[in-house]
């Protein structure tokens, strides 16, 4: 209890003992016949103060986030849902959890995504935009007075490390992987030809998988535009299981570890699963792809974000389009 030593002892005008106490600033008085009365008086009260700041500042955190979770995410299917406990339960709930939701301020977020920004920088966003999510409806419903999220401060992601695959490398991507086979090698071509997210493959149902059409609805979630409908290839559509939740085993860290293998086994360089995404998308252009439809296939708000941050033109395929120019110049 706040302040509950701010307590002075002494005999009133009536004749009784008194104790005066102070908590969270206002004056409490506890009068009795004897000091030992008092003191017993006292203790009961402090108690029920107690359980009554308890009681009015509302929910610890994990206790609003299993109800926000229960109430206001129900709508999603199983494996978002099991991406998005993973990222709270890893980076979020050990560090908030038990504290009260009026409590919390945005000096106790902030270290959190400080250290995510500098490690997972794209989950950074993703829990941001999630928490602050979380806190506003506890604002809403009167939970608390402020959402805490607001004040926190998170550097952007600008992708300006972002790195695609050479040819040479997608070429000894594919004959590592026919040497050795496994399970994953199927995630890894379909990252590759689909330019999805790592949490957007892993949330694909078969409802969302039309394999008249060879199509994917990918239900993301990052922008308004994730939602989108990806044309693709039969050879694409048939890695992908017939069950109805193709990749339930995998998570989002499960599938890092195993293509980290591959890289440390191929030696590459600064080369991420999210390098997948890039080199579709540079694979896009160079085969012609129209620049508004790849927008469209990686789930852009702007055409500018997909030619600045996921086409990254390969050496050989610029001195080809050079040789055009030069072409053209002589004649």
């Known amino acids: 209890m706040k302040n509950k030593r701010e307590i002075r002892v002494f005999t009133h005008q009536s ?13 409490h008085y506890v009068y009795a016949k004897t ?3 008092c003191r017993k008086k006292y203790g009961e009260l402090a108690s029920q103060l107690e ?3 308890k009681k009015s500042t509302g929910y610890t955190f994990v206790e609003w986030y299993e109800k926000w979770i229960q109430l206001y995410k129900s709508h999603l ?22 504290k009260v939701m009026r409590r919390i301020t945005s000096q106790d977020i902030q270290p959190i995504f400080n250290k995510m920004t500098k490690e997972t920088p794209r989950q950074a966003t993703i829990a941001y935009i999630q928490l602050k999510a979380c806190f506003e409806q506890a604002y809403k419903l009167g939970y608390i007075t402020r959402n805490p999220c607001l004040a926190v401060v998170i550097k952007k992601n600008k992708g300006e490390n972002g790195k695609g695959l050479t040819k040479q490398q997608q070429k000894q991507l ?34 969302d998988v039309n394999r008249e059409t060879n199509e994917i609805h990918i239900r993301g979630k990052k922008t308004a535009t994730s939602d989108r409908i990806l044309q693709t290839s039969k050879q694409v559509i048939d ?10 085993e995998w998570t989002p860290d499960h599938v890092d570890r195993e293509f980290n293998k591959i890289v440390k086994a191929l ?13 579709f998308a540079t694979n896009c252009v160079e085969s012609g792809v129209d620049m508004t439809v790849l927008q469209k296939w990686l789930g852009h708000k702007s055409i500018t974000m997909t030619i600045d941050r ?3 033109i390969s050496e050989d395929y610029k001195k080809q389009e050079q040789a055009k120019v030069k072409t053209i110049l002589l004649h």
Do not use: A, W
Not at 15 to 27: A, D, P, V, Y
Not at 77 to 98: A, D, Q, T, Y
Not at 180 to 194: A, D, M, R
Not at 239 to 248: E, Q
């Open 15 to 27: 004749g009784l003992r008194c104790i005066r106490f102070s908590h969270n600033g206002k004056q």
């Open 35 to 37: 000091t030992r009365e």
């Open 51 to 53: 359980k009554r700041e």
């Open 77 to 98: 299917k199983e494996n978002s849902l099991r991406l998005l406990k993973g990222v709270f339960n890893k980076h979020i709930l050990p560090k908030l959890k038990k």
């Open 174 to 207: 594919v004959e590592y992987m026919d040497k050795h086979e496994n399970k994953f090698n199927n995630l890894v071509l379909l990252y590759l030809n689909t330019g999805m997210r790592r949490g957007e493959l892993l949330s694909v149902e078969q409802e």
């Open 239 to 248: 890695l992908i299981p017939t069950k109805i939740h193709p990749f339930i």
């Open 267 to 279: 030696k590459f360089e600064k080369i991420t699963l999210h390098s997948l995404r890039h080199t």
């Open 310 to 312: 996921y086409t990254h």
